[in-house]
């Protein structure tokens, strides 16, 4: 499953990687070296994301059920607890610094598979 942001039609992830059960949205990114550029971990449902046990800064996008972009968090660095996103049904965390400014709040998202 790719992740293409609709305003630009850049891809945001190529490879995504699913979690959608608690021990897998719980782990996560933890423990892991790091994360490919053009990797992401989709988190559903995931309102609200830590960095707890990572040894590397990601970026995350909360949207809604509708693809709509509620929240961007960038460079979030370990040990961290990102703000609660009410209405977030997804998270999709990247390796830190892939977002770059390029994704705002009231951007929509599409996932293709």
């Known amino acids: 499953m ?6 630009t039609g850049e891809t945001l992830a190529q490879e995504i990687e699913m979690a959608n059960s608690y021990w897998t ?3 996560g990114l933890m423990f892991r070296r790091g994360l490919a550029p053009e990797k992401g971990l989709l988190l559903d ?4 994301i830590h960095t707890c046990f990572m040894r590397f800064a990601i970026d995350a996008v909360f949207f809604d059920k509708n693809g709509r972009v509620l929240y961007v968090a ?5 040990w961290r607890f990102s703000r609660f996103v ?4 997804y998270t999709l965390e990247l390796a830190g610094g892939t977002l770059a400014g390029r994704v705002i709040a009231g951007d929509e998202v599409a996932l293709i598979k």
């Open 2 to 7: 790719k992740c293409v942001l609709k305003r």
């Open 25 to 27: 949205r719980l782990k």
């Open 45 to 48: 449902p995931c309102p609200q």
């Open 74 to 78: 960038e460079q979030v660095k370990p």
């Open 86 to 89: 009410r209405g977030s049904r």
